[in-house]
């Protein structure tokens, strides 16, 4: 059976009590990433980042039982502080790309998506939206979804924590 690939990306908005400059800092700062990424009982304990137009990342979540999931990918567009565009994949702890299975999912799913994040500023608070595409139909989308807005609520945490140290 062939997992179809939605034709229309996942698309997250969200709005920061925080300036534009700083949700940026929080997508490429490995430090403050490190603060936020993955749903709310992950952590995350590496992420590496080469910021630029090319550059690549390795990103580790690690679930409350000690799993690790590795993902990697290059980062395609940069517009600082509005707009990036990086490749998503599964990855092993090198950073190697792995098809799905290796963390046990349907061997149909895809070995690459695409996700952009924009970022606007609005009376000193961003509108961030972020757009997942290539992701498979049904179940993945749903569970990606909550796992991004988990994610984005440790978000909101962080950079609340980041400006009440000034």
């Given at each position: 059976?062939?997992?179809?690939?939605?034709s229309k990306p996942m698309?997250?908005?969200?709005?920061?009590?925080?300036?534009?400059?700083?949700?940026?800092?929080?997508?490429?700062?490995?430090?403050?990433?490190?603060?936020?990424?993955?749903?709310?009982?992950?952590?995350?304990?590496?992420?590496?980042?080469?910021?630029?137009?090319?550059?690549?990342?390795?990103?580790?979540?690690?679930?409350?039982?000690?799993?690790?999931?590795?993902?990697?990918?290059?980062?395609?567009?940069?517009?600082?502080?509005?707009?990036?565009?990086?490749?998503?994949?599964?990855?092993?702890?090198?950073?190697?790309?792995?098809p799905p299975s290796y963390?046990?999912?349907?061997?149909?799913?895809?070995?690459?998506?695409?996700?952009?994040?924009?970022?606007?500023?609005?009376?000193?608070?961003?509108?961030?939206?972020?757009?997942?595409?290539?992701?498979?139909?049904?179940?993945?989308?749903?569970?990606?979804?909550?796992?991004?807005?988990?994610?984005?609520?440790?978000?909101?945490?962080?950079?609340?924590?980041?400006?009440?140290?000034?």
């Amino acid at each position: 059976m062939e997992t179809q690939v939605s034709s229309k990306p996942m698309v997250i908005t969200r709005t920061f009590d925080a300036p534009r400059a700083l949700v940026w800092k929080a997508w490429t700062d490995p430090e403050l990433f490190k603060r936020w990424w993955g749903p709310s009982v992950f952590t995350c304990p590496v992420a590496r980042m080469d910021v630029r137009v090319g550059g690549t990342y390795l990103w580790c979540m690690r679930s409350p039982e000690g799993q690790d999931f590795w993902t990697s990918g290059e980062f395609r567009e940069m517009a600082a502080p509005e707009r990036l565009v990086y490749t998503d994949n599964f990855a092993d702890e090198q950073g190697n790309p792995v098809p799905p299975s290796y963390y046990g999912m349907d061997g149909d799913t895809p070995m690459e998506t695409v996700v952009t994040v924009t970022l606007i500023e609005q009376a000193g608070k961003t509108v961030m939206t972020l757009s997942h595409a290539g992701m498979p139909q049904g179940d993945w989308v749903e569970g990606a979804s909550a796992g991004w807005n988990e994610s984005f609520d440790k978000m909101a945490a962080a950079l609340a924590g980041v400006q009440a140290r000034g």
